[in-house]
């Protein structure tokens, strides 16, 4: 075979090859998108059946309720002990509150877990996070519930 004619041949399959590596790179990203998007939807899919599960209850006295306190997002949190005794809760109002109210845990079962107060100072139509740090062995569990006076 002439060497030009090898040259073409080389040339040729050097083009295919380098095609063959674009495919199959592209397919490969393809397929990691593909896998990442599925990982995503689990670990999303995980969480939520998570917070479902978690259960926590807010329950405001019906004098706040009253005096136009609203119970918005809520957010548990763990201490270096691994016990979840913090609580951050997001309150608003349409009149003004400054007060200083009571937090008690309760237990799936109603017993009694834990006390705390926290001070509050919301403008009409405001609201803000406000953080209840319960007694360091308090566990707010799930399907426990805060009632708040």
């Not at 107060?117 to 139509?125: H, Q």
Request: proline share 2%; charged share 20%.
């Amino acid at each position: 075979m002439r060497p030009t004619g090898i040259v073409i041949i080389l040339s040729i399959a050097a083009v295919g090859c380098g095609r063959v590596v674009d495919g199959t790179k592209g397919a490969l990203n393809k397929g990691g998108e593909i896998a990442g998007s599925a990982a995503t939807e689990v670990i999303e899919g995980v969480a939520s059946g998570v917070q479902r599960s978690w259960g926590l209850t807010i329950e405001p006295s019906q004098d706040l309720v009253a005096r136009g306190l609203v119970v918005g997002k809520v957010q548990v949190e763990t201490n270096s002990a691994g016990s979840a005794n913090t609580l951050i809760i997001y309150l608003s109002t349409d009149r003004s509150i400054q007060d200083t109210l009571h937090a008690t845990a309760f237990d799936e079962e109603g017993r009694e877990m834990g006390r705390s107060a926290f001070a509050v100072d919301l403008p009409a139509g405001s609201a803000d996070f406000h953080t209840i740090l319960f007694q360091e062995r308090t566990d707010l569990e799930r399907k426990s519930r805060v009632v708040i006076r």
